[in-house]
C-alpha cells in the first residue's frame, strides 16, 4: 500500500509538470498573429488599417478588443479589422490588441507606429532665359536631379538629414552606388528611349526604427525656341515672345533664339541652322542672334525658320518659324 502511495504521489507531480505547456501556447498564438498594416509606413495624418490574421485558430469566434493609446476603442467577436487617422508628424500611436480565443485561451500583441514623411523633388538641368519665372523642365535625355526630403521626428527632435539611410531604386533595378547613409540625392540621365523615370526610395532611421518611402514619377519634354527681339534700346524683350508674325517698322531687327529645356552643359555642342526663305544662312551656323534687314525699296513678308540639335544627345532637337512683314 505505501508504494501505490508513492507512485500516486510521483504521478501527481508529474501532471503538475506539465502545466507551462498552456503559458507556452499563449506566446506562440501571439508570434504567430499576422499584422497587416496598409500602407506599410504611415505617413502624418493619413488614414492606417491594420488587419489581424491567425492561421492557427479562428479569429472570427474569437473576442477581439482593440486599445490605442491605453483606451479601449473596439471591442467584439471577429473583429480583425481597425482603422484610424494617424497624428502629426513625430506623434506616436500605441495599439494593443487582446484576443480571447473561443476555447478560452488569451494573448495579447502590442506595437507602435510614428509616423514619418519623406517628399520628393526634383531639378533639371535645363536651360531656360534670364528672369524666366517658371521651372526648367525635364528634357529628352536630359540631367535630372532628385532630392529627397525627410521629416523624421522622434521625441520631440527632428532628426538630421544626414543621419538617415536612403535607398533609391527605379521599377527595375536600385540604385546602389548613391543609396546608404546621408546620400539623399540621386543624379539621373534621362534614358535614350525617351521614357520617364520613376524613381522610389526608402528612407530609414537605423537608431528609431523609423521608415518613410516616397514616390515621384518624372516625365521628360521636347525642347522648344522661343524667339524674342533683341532691341538696340532695351535689350532682350523676355516679357514678349515673337510668335507667328513680326511687324518690321524699323529698318532691321534682331531675332533671338532661347533653346528652351536643351540641356545647360551641351550649350557649346548645339547646333543652330538658320533659314530665310528656305535658304540657310550659313553664316549664323553657330548664332543665337540673327539680324535681317528691310529690302530697301520693298514690301511684302520674308519666312524666318530656326532648327536646333543637340549633337551630343539625339533626342534633343526642336525647330520654330515665323514671319516678318515689312512695308516700303
Known amino acids: 500500500m505505501q508504494n501505490k502511495f508513492i507512485k500516486i504521489l510521483m504521478m501527481a507531480s508529474v501532471a503538475v509538470a506539465v502545466l507551462p505547456v498552456i503559458s507556452f501556447a499563449q506566446s506562440s498564438f501571439s508570434s504567430e498573429l499576422g499584422v497587416d498594416i496598409s500602407p506599410n509606413y504611415p505617413r502624418p495624418n493619413e488614414t492606417v488599417s491594420i488587419n489581424l490574421s491567425l492561421y492557427t485558430a479562428d479569429l472570427n469566434s474569437a473576442l477581439i478588443t482593440w486599445y490605442r493609446d491605453g483606451e479601449s476603442v473596439l471591442e467584439g467577436r471577429g473583429e480583425t479589422r481597425y482603422s484610424f487617422q494617424m497624428g502629426p508628424v513625430g506623434k506616436e500611436t500605441k495599439i494593443e490588441i487582446q484576443i480571447e480565443l473561443l476555447g478560452g485561451t488569451s ?69 546602389q552606388s548613391q543609396s546608404g ?50 532691341n538696340p534700346y532695351y535689350g532682350h524683350i523676355f516679357d514678349s515672345a515673337i510668335t507667328n508674325t513680326f511687324d518690321l517698322n524699323a529698318e532691321e531687327v534682331q531675332i533671338w533664339a532661347a533653346p528652351y529645356y536643351f540641356s545647360k552643359e551641351s550649350a ?35 519666312n524666318i525658320s530656326l532648327s536646333i540639335e543637340n549633337l551630343n544627345r539625339i533626342l534633343q532637337q526642336a525647330s520654330a518659324s515665323l514671319k516678318i512683314k515689312f512695308d516700303n
Not at 521614357?195 to 522648344?224: K, M
Not at 541652322?273 to 514690301?299: C, H, M, Y
Request: overall charge negative.
Open 268 to 302: 557649346g555642342n548645339l547646333k543652330y541652322e538658320w533659314q530665310l526663305n528656305n535658304a540657310t544662312v550659313t553664316n549664323l551656323s553657330d548664332s543665337r542672334t540673327a539680324i535681317f534687314k528691310k529690302p530697301e525699296g520693298e514690301r511684302g513678308e520674308s
Open 107 to 175: 494573448f495579447s500583441k502590442t506595437f507602435t507606429l510614428n509616423p514619418a514623411s519623406v517628399d520628393l523633388v526634383w531639378e533639371a538641368d535645363s536651360y531656360v532665359p534670364p528672369f524666366y519665372k517658371g521651372k526648367a523642365l525635364h528634357a529628352m535625355q536630359g540631367r535630372l536631379k532628385i532630392v529627397a526630403m525627410p521629416e523624421f521626428v522622434k521625441n520631440g527632435a527632428r532628426i538630421s538629414p544626414q543621419n538617415l539611410i536612403y535607398e533609391w531604386s527605379n521599377d527595375v533595378e536600385g540604385y
Open 181 to 230: 547613409y546621408g546620400k539623399n540625392t540621386l543624379i539621373l540621365n534621362g534614358s535614350i528611349l525617351g521614357r520617364g523615370e520613376s524613381v522610389e526610395v526608402l528612407v530609414t532611421d537605423p537608431v528609431n526604427n523609423l521608415v518613410a518611402q516616397g514616390f515621384i514619377d518624372v516625365s521628360p519634354v521636347d525642347p522648344e525656341i522661343i524667339f524674342y527681339e533683341n
